[in-house]
């Protein structure tokens, strides 16, 4: 099942800088894509959502950028901070499933 | 902040044995759900349970595994005969009305030997 695709195994940013994780599907039924954070040993923490509808969502640090024509969304972090360094997963459901569909993850580090 | 909570957060069973894994969601939520992980690979759905019932499920959940909502506050998980590929990290998570923002607990890490 590769309908939520993140081909970026790992990715290393210094401190300050931005990070962009990137995230493709396969499914054009999907219209609500999440962004969770994973620590080791821990549950996936919800960080950000996006719906369809829209293209771009804020939350403080954190940009999700939603580009349905090409079936691709982005997290960008900015400035990037030592303790963002995490696994990423990105995830996609579909309006009339409770299923989330996960990606396969992107280890972040950034380093001082 | 309200979370999810699971129990125990470490289970190790002989293969063959049942095991129930224990989630207390997030208080005023209404959709609940499993996830497990296998060590190296993704996030996977089992399940999700609305109004005392399966809402939907995948086709991994399938007769060894059950889920029940046996009071106000618990969400079980049952594997009934476990195999030595149920050995994973299994994640429950819950949602409000909205349906669509799943929060996750910490897991419980099962092995099977």
């Known amino acids: 099942d590769q309908q939520v695709k993140q081909n970026s195994p790992s990715l290393s940013v210094q401190e300050g800088r931005i990070s962009i994780l990137n995230c493709d599907y396969t499914?054009?039924?999907?219209?609500?894509f999440l962004w969770y954070k994973k620590y080791p040993a821990e549950g996936p923490t919800f960080l950000i959502s996006i719906s369809s509808i829209k293209d771009k969502n804020e939350d403080g640090r954190f940009t999700v950028f939603l580009n349905k024509s090409a079936k691709h969304l982005s997290l960008h972090i900015v400035p990037s901070q030592p303790g963002d360094s995490a696994v990423y997963f990105c995830?996609?459901?579909?309006?009339?499933?409770?299923?989330?569909?996960f990606g396969t993850g992107t280890r972040l580090l950034v380093s001082p | 902040e309200p979370e999810v909570t699971q129990t125990p957060s470490h289970q190790v069973t002989q293969m063959g044995q049942e095991v129930i894994l224990r989630c207390v969601p997030i208080s005023n939520h209404l959709y609940f759900y499993w996830y497990r992980q296998i060590l190296g690979q993704k996030v996977e759905f089992l399940v999700s349970?609305?109004?005392?019932?399966?809402?939907?499920k995948s086709e991994i959940f399938d007769d060894q595994f059950s889920v029940e909502r046996p009071d106000g506050s618990n969400f079980t998980l049952k594997i009934r005969s476990t195999k030595l590929e149920d050995s994973a990290m299994y994640f429950c998570?819950?949602?409000?009305?909205?349906?669509?923002?799943?929060?996750f607990g910490p897991g419980t890490r099962l092995l099977v030997l």
């Open positions: 998570a819950s949602s409000g009305s909205n349906q669509e923002t799943q929060y």
């Open positions: 995830a996609a459901s579909r309006t009339g499933f409770q299923k989330l569909v």
């Open positions: 349970f609305y109004n005392n019932e399966i809402s939907e």
């Open positions: 499914n054009s039924m999907f219209d609500y």
